[in-house]
């Protein structure tokens, strides 16, 4: 580590992936299922707004159908579990369906050092011949075209797509169960439980995976509808299968079709697919952790150093092994400091032996060392003033920004993870973040002109200073968003005027999160309102406004309406304060009295 770059340590508990060696052995805390079916399995419901924002970090997928340029998404792929979870639904918004609350569910119960990822392989109105390696071919020959349509997203072979990437993901994590939820184009087939146990059966063999630790989850078909009867052959399965269990429909919402769930009904049933599961880790010990690792940083550390403690929570180990980025660092000692770390993500993690020298692996800890983190242009961007949102602060990621994946996919003018070319920032996720280094010139009232476009409803983001909320919300408390209108296509930019809380002068950090999914931004110029340096002024007299038409905010920076200023006079508006801006770009704010 140089002695010139001062670095800044964050600690970001991800668990992410393995290494070689000892190291190589799959991550025990990284929990991964199997999902499979027909439509209810892949999800037929629309995915509301609502359900894109918030999702845990911890719960992940991988994308399981093949490369899709229209949500940048790639096969093979880990992300966040945002809907939809098997393929793309761009045309119509579908893809919610059980597995976005079986996942939400577990990561909310389970221990905090625990990730789950999903695989979901899922062809609407399939027969379980489609996953019937020895006769799927023969079924895709007769089938209908666009059911050949659906296999073909997953190579016309789901099953095939299924073992590929559960053996890329049995690299990185350990496959705890399969779930399925398939039958309504089988419905009162007396074989079907016996065909589903052959497609079990090979998915153990193929992925080396052993019954009793491998449960098999069967959802239960609609209540009601034509297909309601078949719940009598899934009830079937556990005397076919007996390490099989059965995932109550019962009070699961229908949608207003003869198959398919509401989103409320999708929830219920992927929270009983989560209970069951959660009942059989608790049963079999797989939630028993045997030794724990903590990595931290203390005010008093020198930079780049991390302190390391180890805890035994099983008195049958007897000897223990530290290691950082594949290597062993220290031996047989519960605490550690590990010194002179170089700038970049490092991983720690511990293997313990017991007398017969079996071993017990630590969930593994991601920790990332930053350069400082510094303003794009050498010194903090001036506000009043404009901002261009790619020229963001140098720090990387989780220090300067996130971004939900490591390429830029729209463009290559900085090397960075966000998405941006030489003009804007562009194929925005919720959740994701960046911050530019301010200095606000004078305390006051400011207003944000944000230039943005987007082709999606519901586009949305916020702001912080110093992590802070800097937007009224409703009420006029801190905690509001900037609502994006959709412009038609992402290349339709417009401004769009928000007042912001008062700010303070000195030197900030500020922060602009993604709330609301495929924004893009060009630049947010602020300006202050009760200030003759910005050609604003606070009057009362209408006739030193400028005839012409207006946009009219009211003092909290909502839009009003159009108005008309013509001979001295302001057409339109009740008594009030409002904040008028022209055409031309003048602005002024005004008192309309009695």
């Known amino acids: ?281 608790e049963e079999n010990g797989s939630l028993k952790q045997d030794l724990l690792v903590s990595a931290y940083v203390s005010k ?51 293997v313990g032996y017991d007398n017969n020298n079996k071993q017990y692996v630590s969930a593994k800890t991601e920790i990332s060392i930053f350069e400082e983190q510094r303003p794009f242009n050498g010194s903090p961007a001036m506000i009043p003033g404009k901002i261009e949102a790619e020229e963001f602060d140098y720090g990387g990621e989780g220090n300067a920004y996130h971004d939900k994946d490591e390429q830029n996919r729209n463009g290559d003018t900085r090397q960075e993870g966000v998405d941006m070319n030489a003009t804007a920032v562009g194929y925005t996720q919720t959740g994701e973040w960046i911050e530019y280094t301010v200095e606000v010139e004078e305390d006051g009232e400011y207003v944000v002109e944000s230039r943005v476009a987007s082709g999606a409803d519901g586009s949305q983001f916020t702001l912080y200073m110093d992590n802070q909320f800097i937007i009224p919300g409703a009420d006029g408390t801190p905690g509001g968003f900037v609502d994006v209108p959709n412009t038609g296509d992402w290349s339709v930019f417009t401004e769009v005027s928000t007042k912001l809380n008062p700010l303070t002068k000195g030197k900030h950090v500020l922060k602009l999160e993604i709330t609301g999914d495929w924004v893009d931004i060009d630049y947010l110029e602020f300006k202050l309102i009760n200030s003759d340096k910005t050609g604003l002024n606070n009057i009362t007299d209408t006739k030193l406004v400028p005839e012409g038409e207006y946009q009219a905010f009211d003092a909290s920076g909502r839009f009003v309406k159009r108005v008309m200023v013509e001979y001295g006079q302001v057409v339109g508006l009740s008594k009030g304060v409002y904040f008028l801006k022209g055409a031309n770009g003048g602005a002024f704010s005004i008192l309309i009295g009695e």
């Open 300 to 350: 008093e550390d020198e930079p780049g150093e991390v302190k390391i403690s180890v805890k035994k929570e099983n008195n049958n180990i007897q000897r223990i092994e530290i290691y950082a980025d594949d290597k062993v660092i220290a031996t047989n000692v519960m605490d550690f400091t590990w010194e002179n770390i170089s700038k970049g993500p490092h991983t720690v993690w511990a």
């Open 1 to 281: 580590m140089k002695a010139n770059i001062t670095l800044r340590i964050a600690l970001l508990l991800s668990f992410i992936g393995v290494f070689s060696s000892v190291g190589a052995a799959p991550d025990p805390n990284f929990h991964i299922y199997i999902c499979w079916g027909q439509s209810n399995m892949e999800g037929n419901a629309t995915v509301p707004d609502s359900e894109k924002r918030g999702v845990n970090e911890r719960f992940q997928m991988m994308y399981s159908a093949d490369d899709c340029g229209q949500c940048g998404r790639k096969k093979g792929q880990w992300m966040t579990a945002v809907p939809p979870l098997a393929r793309c639904f761009h045309w119509n918004n579908a893809g919610f369906g059980p597995v976005d609350y079986f996942g939400r569910t577990l990561v909310e119960k389970l221990d905090p050092s625990i990730r789950v990822g999903v695989i979901v392989v899922a062809c609407g109105g399939a027969d379980i011949q489609l996953f019937e390696k020895d006769r799927y071919q023969a079924y895709l020959n007769t089938c209908a075209d666009w059911l050949k349509g659906y296999a073909k997203s997953y190579g016309s072979n789901p099953y095939g797509r299924i073992i590929e990437l559960a053996k890329q993901a049995q690299k990185e994590g350990v496959i705890k169960g399969i779930l399925v939820h398939q039958g309504e184009t089988n419905t009162n087939q007396s074989n079907w439980p016996t065909r589903l146990d052959g497609i079990y059966q090979n998915m153990l063999t193929d992925l080396g995976l052993k019954a009793s630790e491998v449960p098999l989850l069967v959802g239960e078909v609609r209540y009601t509808g034509p297909c309601s009867s078949h719940n009598n052959q899934v009830r079937r399965v556990p005397s076919v299968i007996p390490t099989a269990h059965v995932i109550s429909a019962e009070g699961c919402e229908a949608a207003n079709d003869e198959y398919h769930f509401t989103v409320a009904g999708y929830k219920k049933l992927g929270q009983n697919y989560a209970a069951t599961m959660l009942k059989l880790l």
